[in-house]
């Protein structure tokens, strides 16, 4: 009856001693996040932690930043898994094509050169903008737009008419 005791109260101790060496969440949230805090690349990351599965949150700069952060967690005592929420910033997007933005000599004279078979149209040049005034046939004012699309030249057409 003493060895049954003895023995129970051996697998209780042990037990206790077991369950109180693992680490708790708290602790492994409070290592985690001293460890990002170390590297300036991962401020801002979120943390949370359950029973030492860490859950990562936040933006990184790129992928590689994403990888170094979640190795970085990996490498924590008692973090059994790392879930990556961290989401990538989206490099910024390029700048929009744009059209001849100084009318040169050369482009004028090919915007003056396309319109003189036209009669009845006027081009003034203001700016990087060719501005077109008179009346046209629906047939002119195709060539016209042709022209004005191949030689990349911003226009303002808003005063031609249509004949009637």
């Avoid at 936040?58 to 924590?76: F, I, L, P």
Wanted: glycine share 6%; charged share 25%.
């Amino acid at each position: 009856m003493k060895l049954i005791k003895l023995l129970t109260v051996i697998a209780v101790s042990a037990t206790l001693f077991f369950v109180s060496c693992k680490p708790k969440d708290a602790d492994i949230k409070a290592k985690v996040e001293e460890a990002l805090k170390a590297d300036n690349m991962m401020t801002g990351t979120t943390v949370e932690v359950n029973e030492g599965i860490v859950t990562l949150g936040g933006q990184c700069k790129d992928d590689s930043c994403k990888a170094h952060c979640q190795k970085t967690v990996e490498a924590v005592k008692g973090v059994k898994s790392v879930v990556n929420n961290c989401t990538v910033t989206p490099p910024p997007p390029p700048p929009p094509a744009s059209m001849t933005t100084v009318m040169d000599a050369a482009t004028k004279q090919k915007v003056t050169d396309g319109l003189k078979d036209i009669k009845g149209v006027t081009v003034t040049f203001e700016g990087d903008k060719a501005v077109l005034a008179g009346t046209v046939s629906k047939d002119d004012r195709r060539k016209i737009m042709q022209m004005l699309a191949s030689a990349k030249v911003m226009s303002d057409v808003s005063k031609l008419m249509d004949k009637k």
